[in-house]
């Protein structure tokens, strides 16, 4: 049975993930920065009274911040019991991938540093006249641990506005 991903472009190169993992995209935001907050964390959205971390795949692939795509917009994923917002310089769109498109990543790109590769499909988008080799990303594999407790941490101190009840509209 197909699996759908969404495919989306960072610095002009595509990625994807599976569209399972994906609760929404947004493209009209307003990031707040945290000072002391872990590096792959630009900083926080208020999301339908809800605050959500924004994390930044650029500084987690160590990609160059300053390609800007003419579309950049958030993929709200949740992983760990929290919400994530993955902002990415376009979604290009949704495509159904066939279970024998669907490869492990080889074992010789496999390290520290790329754990958070979860596979590599092979898809034709829409005007491409042949297929290509896209890297799937695994958003439960972006961070690690520590980050998350962090992140937890930070959420507790940030409660959204119907758990608080103080927190006047935004």
């Keep these: 049975m197909e699996e759908k991903y ?3 472009l960072l610095n002009n190169k595509r990625y994807s993930v599976n569209l399972a993992k994906i609760n929404g995209i947004e ?4 990031v707040v920065g945290i000072p002391t907050s872990a590096e792959f964390i630009k ?4 999301l339908r009274n809800e605050i959500v971390p924004i994390f930044n795949l650029k500084e987690r692939f160590e990609l160059d911040e300053s390609e800007k795509g ?11 019991g929290i919400k994530l917002g993955l902002e990415v310089d ?14 492990k990543v080889p074992g010789v790109v496999k390290n520290d540093n790329t754990g958070y590769l979860e596979s590599v499909i092979r898809v ?3 005007g491409d006249k042949k297929a290509d080799i896209i890297l799937c990303i695994s958003v439960d594999k972006l961070i690690d641990d520590e980050v998350f407790e962090e992140l937890a941490e930070l959420l507790e101190e940030n409660p959204g506005e ?9």
Excluded: M, R, W
């Excluded at 493209?27 to 307003?30: A, E, G, N, P, Q």
């Excluded at 979604?91 to 490869?103: H, Y």
């Excluded at 119907?162 to 935004?170: A, C, F, L, R, T």
């Design 6 to 8: 969404i495919i989306f």
């Design 27 to 30: 493209s009209d935001y307003s």
């Design 43 to 46: 900083g926080i959205i208020h």
């Design 70 to 80: 003419n579309n950049v917009q958030l993929l709200i994923c949740e992983t760990h």
């Design 90 to 103: 376009d979604v290009l769109g949704i495509v159904p991938v066939e279970p024998e498109d669907i490869k």
């Design 124 to 126: 034709g988008l829409p």
């Design 162 to 170: 119907e758990e608080s009840g103080d927190i006047e509209e935004i």
